[in-house]
């Protein structure tokens, strides 16, 4: 649906409206008189308003902000995600002008995103919130929305909002008053919306990570800020049971020093530990294969399948490595390495999955103190690989 | 020098203090009836002052933001490289508290920092100042720092200050008088500064890079602005003359194409171009070895022995990126493989000096496109290693 840009005038509806701005969340109702009835009873129905219509000036790069990449997806994926996530937020709907329609578009479909409508962004913020509301209001033509009683007003470009934020605005938007305290620190949208709306306002605390992008500096933030997040949750297959081969569970335990969140299960070979589907269910998106007792891609191709199945790489980058040991008794390292190069082409395939695969080979000497030397460096590159999740790496077979 | 800390009381001195903070920049002189007197007729003798015993309370990490490393190298240091680079800037005092006394004298001792004169940091922002501005007036005993005219004030955690907002400071703490206007959106020092300090103010206009580091994403933003300015500029250096293979000079396209600024010169077997030691003296802090002609580590080792002689690794990590080509007429890919595995040795020992280097070994089939397609994958391989910058993988053979 894309309705005509109207002029500002009342604001359609009767609905509340909240916004969830910087470290301050501000919450406000079209109705003062309602403000103080009805506290909090039951589930308001929520909708969302996203003004996206900014043209990012201050950000010195020609891509509006909203639209900037971060690991390859536009920001405003990531806030649609935020907001998607949140099962009591009806409807989603996204203001943006009307060159930006068909990419926008491209976006919801490549990602995804469910519960969204778009409608023209207008001029200015306020006239794109207008637009939003309008859509939502009961009286429009073919609406597929449904009238809720609270509205969202969410920053296209604040991606890392919290389900419990955004609840405490929509409890504010029920229950509150006005306050000229905490006016007095309030937004630009909240003093428009007191001085023109004729409303009630209310500060809610919000969370650091409610802060907006606005400068490139905080793409580059909002970019660590989800490769941290990313890479908390690693899974290491092992192909061996428990004492069966110790290096394997060397490295496991120089991995569990390294990083935060391990978990252990086991491949196709030694079915143990829990099951590979919950774990990648659960959105882990790190894995280390660890082929100790072979040196093929079986393991390392079961778990692309399953990847690749789960779509899990939709929203994230997945990162996998897969594990070998040069045993100086076993196949000559030549050999090895000619053999494991067949990984360039695995890379390849899923790499347009956005699945990022990479080898890794270590060393595996018989003096147990080179080894722990050899399983620690493995476990370094490990770890950056995870850390960086850059795609201009996959397919190399790195050496430990 | 560590002078115990004393109670605030009278501004000591009768220089003028100037701040450069966030967005705007605050100017203030402790004498109001000097203010108006004297304008700019020649350049005033300029210090210092960095209160830096904040305890980090917001960043959510235990080490104290300006101690936080960055490229492993801690924030205040940046800030002191660029206040240094200020050649118009006599002193600098850093006022530390007492517990990180040691850890300051061993930062300065590592990045061989300058005019740096330390004092004991007080129980407030406002109380270090005072400390650092007590050990600049001239009363103190066995000072050796000498009495400037004008005093800036600048936090420890804004690193990317660069000298022409510096001098605006400066230059309005000399001229101006004070004004509410400018007041009335002036930092909480500012204020305090009028309050107190019978002293006259005027905001000078900041950039957006003067921006405090506050918060854990400041310090990730900060390491990506650091890795974006160091990746600019990449030096390639090339062991044939042009015409004589041309798979060095496609290569050089290539990256010409990828990169914002790439400058050719030539090696020891082929003079021609700048000179390697201006280009290391221009603080290049990344090169690009193409070997064409030999399957050795002379030239690189040319370029390591050159690099470690500079210096140039103090204060960023330089990459270095050996390339050699896989040309199925000459040797084997095993041997060739395994003569360049001792790359391993030659990072290793180049790590301990700041030096990250990697090599890269790039197929050379016969067919023209397929030539190109690999050549690109080189490209997005060196891209890749220059942006990301990171230690985690030194001493890898990498193959496109």
């Known amino acids: 649906m894309e309705p005509k840009p109207a002029a500002p005038g009342p604001c359609p509806g009767d609905f509340r409206v909240a916004e969830a701005a910087a470290a301050a969340a501000a919450a406000s109702s079209l109705n003062p008189a309602e403000a103080r009835a009805e506290p909090g009873r039951r589930a308001p129905s929520v909708a969302a308003v996203l003004p996206a219509g900014g043209s990012g000036e201050r950000m010195g790069v020609p891509t509006p902000k909203q639209f900037c990449p971060i690991l390859e997806r536009p920001l405003i994926s990531y806030t649609l995600q935020a907001l998607e996530r949140v099962c009591w937020?009806?409807?989603?709907?996204?203001?943006v002008t009307g060159?930006?329609?068909e990419a926008m578009k491209g976006i919801i479909q490549k990602y995804k995103h469910q519960r969204i409508s778009l409608v023209e962004a207008g001029v200015t913020r306020h006239r794109s919130i207008f637009n939003g509301l309008r859509a939502l209001a009961e009286d429009q033509p073919n609406s597929k929305l449904s009238k809720p009683e609270v509205v969202i007003i969410h920053d296209a470009v604040r991606p890392f909002v919290e389900e419990d934020v955004l609840l405490k605005v929509v409890t504010a938007a029920k229950e509150h008053g006005c306050s000229d305290y905490d006016l007095e620190f309030g937004t630009e949208c909240l003093q428009l919306a007191l001085k023109y709306g004729h409303v009630n306002a209310k500060l809610v605390e919000g969370s650091p990570d409610l802060w907006k992008v606005t400068y490139k500096r905080d793409l580059y933030a909002a970019e660590s800020i989800i490769k941290e997040r990313t890479s908390q949750h690693?899974?290491?297959?092992?192909?061996?049971?428990e004492d069966e081969n110790h290096v394997g569970h060397h490295l496991e335990e120089i991995l569990k020093n390294e990083l935060n969140h391990v978990e252990v299960t086991s491949g196709a070979l030694c079915p143990a530990g829990r099951d590979l589907k919950q774990i990648i269910l659960e959105q882990c998106y790190n894995y280390v294969c660890v082929n100790v007792m072979s040196s093929d891609f079986e393991e390392t191709q079961r778990l692309l399948n399953m990847l690749e199945e789960s779509n899990l790489s939709i929203f994230y980058p997945v990162v996998v490595i897969s594990v070998y040991f040069l045993d100086y008794k076993s196949v000559h390292f030549d050999q090895k390495v000619e053999n494991l190069m067949q990984?360039?082409?695995?890379?390849k395939e899923v790499r347009k999955r956005n699945i990022l695969l990479c080898g890794l080979l270590i060393y595996y000497p018989q003096d147990e103190q080179k080894?722990?030397?050899?399983l620690r460096e493995g476990a370094t590159i490990i770890t950056t690989l995870i850390k960086e999740r850059n795609s201009g790496l996959v397919g190399q077979l790195l050496i430990a």
């Open 89 to 95: 937020i009806k409807d989603i709907v996204v203001a």
């Open 99 to 101: 060159e930006n329609m």
């Open 234 to 241: 690693i899974c290491i297959i092992m192909d061996t049971k």
């Open 343 to 347: 990984i360039r082409e695995y890379a």
């Open 371 to 374: 080894l722990q030397a050899s």
